[in-house]
């Protein structure tokens, strides 16, 4: 990392010598006692979690539930193996029940993969029959995945006399019966329940790997039982027409038993991964979370032979519209979760009322809990919504548990039930109403308030708190950075292993040289970037610098964006606009998978000789000792002066990995890590199933000795459709594309490389050799061949084409934004792709609609939903409400501003108002609950919650797209979509 002179010279020397003082031997590292970060800065969720049964090892749980009729518990381990447990915290042991490995071993030579899901009979105190789904490697074995029923022997006394044999639950494996089975694969699924006809529902994947997806087409094909929700009676058996007897029956009122050459095990179809289901016991719906592919995740009601859409569609988005679809109208998912909020979604329960949270929050009662796997949190459902809105349930957010949350169960004790939920990395927790709530109100408001900084002013570190220096770093449209560590107690951290002592902080601060007003360059901080961890959560907040730059203040949750003037290195003096993002666009990645800080590693930390290196850092007791992995060390990917490789490694791993690694959120099979070798990356000669953007049909990632063939390099060097990295910078990063390209370039040409190299020119092809020579020649030079072609009606002025010339075209014409005086009667003009504005609308970083209003199962009921705003509104009224929100103002959608009696000012739209007191909704959607004794003043407001200038920094065409994606959704919320 750059650290500018100014900087370096406001720590003092005894802070840099510290490091060495302590000799070859690792130290205690000097404890940080100062922090301040506690709490949230938004008002803390109603539901945390409490550790039960702490210890127990648990490796890899899939599930566990209670065992009717005994004081124990069961979980199934991802390994195969079935254990039990007495129901008690302090328990410290647990009994083997079953090994499936083992058993299916004793006969065969099949290789275990994993097991997905168990589940009890009914009548399992009678009869003691358990299902279990489990597969075999490799994919694709006919056969390989599961469902299998085993019989358990309980005995009548848990606990034996004397030094007799333990007496436990076992599970005989001669017992096993197969009842049906389906291909195994990536995406298996399942989920299985009992439903109250107490007939057993699975839930099915579509079997394939992320790319491409569907490969079999499974789950538009009714004979195929995947992608599916299937329904069979496992009390009977039956006999098919060709004599084969089938150890259950497929019941008469299944949706496709008559049809011809379907599977009549087929409940419902067009899931892509449905992992965990419940039934609503206030009507017997089937509510099933589905994984999604790149966009988003869902959550279904089953509708019995219901099309519900993969892989026609993603929730709203198409994807492979050309296949035969399935019989039936696509039915949309009931919600819909954006990746930014949600990268792999697990299904829940449903909260009995009885249970303990319920009690303190009666609104709780009777939803349906989701929960994410990547980022841990958890959102109540409310499943009946719909039937008196007419609007699609709103999902709530209400814990944020840091877990890899994998299953839920509901535990029923003596007069009340609890919630748990299973961590797949080994742990059970309690979901249980959150106390905290002072925690919110201590939240520093302020960078100096808290306690990295002995002086912020000059960013001079607490004890505690140290400076650490990485090689290589992201980039960030010329922002350099100043990296610290805050650890609290004298523990080292260990980020290999991903452990980290509570109360352990990283901070960032950004750095850029822009021009003041008189047109002179000067350095300024734009923000400080703070992850804090606080023993389950990395939670994420930004500072951004004043003026004076002396402190920096607390960013709002939905982020803001500032303006300023910088000397562009082509087009000179020029207005460039940062973005603060917001805070759940960090989680996206510094994730369960991915955390702290992605650049702190051992081979990216190797300068011995001074401060800010690894091995001093360790010397001082703040890290564990490491050693570089030979081959692996990390480079600043700018130096020439290094291999080429390294630098390219080292820029992969600095700008991607942290999405592109094993369970990192992207859906690609790449992992950019820079210690995997290359061979294992996915990266040479895999086919770009996200889309060649018109290289060609067989366009791979990476398809070396060709960069201008290559999916890779074109991503990098665009900054137009399929750009990448998405987040961290707005411009095109031509040093670093370049770099890439120089290093495909580099690499032998494939013996077998012959029919890509066959391929007839395209334009993305030449725009993809017009950019090298771009980036080779001076600035001006290129500005005027990129005018010329901007100028020639002949050539095409394709999206593609143009991403790739942008940083040649003068940035005022580059978007041509529609700015803060839009024409109108312009707009209205223009013919807007309903599709590309529901992808803006989903997708776009820019797009604010979706965090006050609700569409078709996304956004947040701060506002009025939009689904249906065509039966209310015309084209012209729509248009006019988002360029001037105050004009009208409807009555229960009015903001009012209240003052309390300690002088603090709320700002809101009052939801809720009687005697007692008032509930008020603010702009970020927090409510606020306020009694009437407690109110000073309370006035309604003219102006909107709803900001003016919103469509300033869209295009025109942007906004066509999106008024008609508006215009085209109906009152129920559903999207447009085809059979």
């Known amino acids: 990392m750059l650290l500018t002179n100014s900087l370096v010279r406001t720590i003092p020397v005894a802070f840099l010598t510290l490091l060495f003082c302590c000799g070859n031997s690792a130290a205690e590292c000097p404890a940080w006692n100062d922090s301040r970060l506690q709490g949230t800065p938004e008002p803390p969720l109603p539901l945390t979690v409490q550790r039960v049964h702490p210890n127990l090892v648990l490796r890899s749980p899939i599930t566990a539930m209670d065992l009717p009729g005994t004081n124990r518990r069961l979980v199934l381990l991802q390994n195969g193996q079935v254990h039990t447990f007495e129901k008690r915290d302090d328990v410290e042991s647990m009994d083997l029940a079953l090994d499936i490995d083992k058993a299916n071993q004793s006969h065969t030579d099949e290789l275990f993969a994993a097991a997905r899901d168990l589940t009890l009979h009914p009548e399992f105190e009678t009869n003691g029959y358990l299902y279990v789904v489990w597969s075999i490697r490799p994919h694709d074995v006919e056969g390989g995945t599961r469902v299998s029923r085993f019989r358990m022997t309980i005995p009548t006394v848990d606990k034996p006399d004397g030094d007799s044999p333990p007496n436990v639950p076992v599970i005989d494996p001669n017992s096993r019966l197969d009842l049906l089975s389906y291909p195994s694969g990536d995406h298996i699924g399942a989920s299985l329940n009992f439903g109250p006809d107490g007939l057993l529902y699975i839930t099915t994947g579509d079997g394939s790997l992320p790319f491409p997806p569907d490969v079999n087409k499974a789950a538009q094909d009714i004979s195929d039982l995947r992608g599916s929700v299937l329904r069979i009676d496992v009390d009977q058996t039956s006999e098919l027409a060709d004599g084969t007897t089938l150890p259950y029956r497929i019941p008469d009122d299944n949706p496709f038993v008559h049809v011809e050459g379907a599977r009549g095990e087929i409940f419902a179809f067009g899931l892509r991964n449905g992992f965990r289901a419940a039934f609503d016991p206030a009507t017997d719906d089937l509510w099933v979370a589905d994984v999604g592919w790149e966009r988003c995740e869902m959550v279904h009601r089953i509708v019995p032979g219901g099309n519900h859409g993969w892989s026609l569609y993603e929730g709203p988005h198409p994807v492979d519209l050309e296949q035969t679809p399935g019989p039936g109208k696509v039915i949309l998912p009931e919600v819909v979760f954006p990746r930014s909020e949600s990268q792999s979604i697990t299904g829940g329960v449903f909260v009995p009322a009885d249970s303990l949270f319920a009690a303190d929050d009666g609104s709780l009662a009777g939803t349906y ?137 990283f901070a960032n601060t950004l750095i850029r040289d822009v021009l003041d007003s008189s047109g002179s360059p000067k350095e300024v901080r734009l923000e400080t970037q703070v992850l804090s961890y606080d023993g389950l959560n990395w939670n994420p907040t930004t500072f951004a610098w004043n003026e004076e730059q002396t402190d920096a203040t607390l960013v709002p949750a939905m982020g803001a964006t500032q303006t300023f003037r910088v000397d562009d290195p082509i087009w000179g003096k020029r207005d460039w606009e940062h973005r603060f993002y917001p805070r759940d666009v960090c989680v996206t990645c510094h994730n369960v998978a991915n955390p702290g800080a992605a650049s702190l590693v051992p081979e990216n930390l190797r300068d011995e000789s001074g401060p800010g290196s690894w091995s001093e850092l360790a010397r001082a007791g703040f890290l564990v000792p490491a050693k570089v992995k030979a081959g692996h060390e990390m480079v600043n990917a700018y130096d020439v002066d290094q291999p080429l490789e390294q630098r390219a490694r ?97 690499m032998p040409v494939a013996p077998d490389a012959t029919e890509s190299a066959s391929e007839k020119p395209n334009e993305t092809l030449q725009s993809m050799l017009l950019w090298r020579e771009l980036v080779e020649s001076p ?132 939801l809720q108002e009687d005697d007692d007191g008032v509930v008020v909704q603010q702009a970020d959607g927090t409510q606020t609950t306020l009694r009437t004794d407690h109110i000073e003043l309370k006035k309604s407001n003219e102006q909107s919650l709803m900001p003016a200038g919103l469509l300033s920094a869209m295009t025109p065409q942007e906004v066509a797209d999106l008024l008609e994606f508006l215009m085209q959704t109906n009152e129920a919320g559903e999207l447009p979509a085809s059979n």
């Open 369 to 505: 809990l989701c929960g994410c796997f990547m980022n841990g949190n958890v959102w109540a459902i409310n499943t009946q919504s719909k039937a008196t809105t007419g609007k699609p349930p709103v999902p709530r957010k209400i814990a944020s548990t840091g877990l890899k949350i994998i299953d839920f169960f509901v535990s029923q004790n003596e007069t009340l039930s609890e919630v748990l939920l299973v961590d797949h990395s080994g742990g059970i927790y309690r979901l249980s109403s959150n106390q905290s709530v002072g925690d919110y109100e201590a939240f520093p408001k302020r960078l100096s308030e808290t306690g990295l900084f002995s002086d912020t002013k000059n960013l001079i570190p607490n004890p505690g708190v140290v400076s650490y220096r990485p090689d290589a770093t992201m980039f960030r449209d010329g922002i350099r950075t100043v990296r610290f560590v805050g650890i609290p107690g004298q523990e080292p951290i260990n980020p290999m292993r991903k452990r980290y002592v509570p109360g352990t902080v």
């Open 650 to 746: 080292s820029y992969l791993h600095s700008n991607c990995a942290h999405c592109h690694r094993p369970a990192g959120g992207a859906t690609s099979k790449m992992d950019l890590r820079h210690i995997r070798p290359l061979d294992q990356t996915a990266l040479l000669g895999v086919p770009a199933a996200q889309g060649d953007f018109g290289l060609g049909t067989n366009t791979q990632v990476i398809e070396p000795g060709h960069p201008e063939r290559s999916a890779l390099i074109y991503r990098v060097a665009t900054g137009g459709p399929g750009k990448m990295p998405r987040v961290g910078c707005s411009t095109v990063d031509l040093a670093g594309a370049k770099m890439l390209w120089d290093w495909v370039k580099s």
């Open 779 to 910: 600035p001006e030079r290129s500005k005027k061949i990129v005018s010329e072609i901007l100028n020639d009606e002949s050539v095409s002025h394709s999206p593609v084409v143009l991403g790739l010339l942008q940083p040649w075209i003068d940035p005022a014409e580059r978007t041509l934004l529609v700015g803060d005086s839009p024409d109108l009667e312009a707009l209205l003009a223009l013919k807007g792709d309903a599709k590309r504005g529901l992808q803006w609308f989903y997708e776009s970083a820019a797009s604010q609609c979706r965090q006050c209003h609700r569409i078709g199962g996304l956004g947040k009921d701060v506002g009025p939903s939009l689904a249906g705003i065509s039966k209310q509104r015309t084209r012209f009224e729509v248009l006019r409400g988002i360029v001037e929100p105050s004009e009208k103002i409807e009555p229960e959608w009015r903001s009012h501003t209240i003052l309390t009696v300690d002088g603090e000012l709320i700002v809101g739209r009052i």
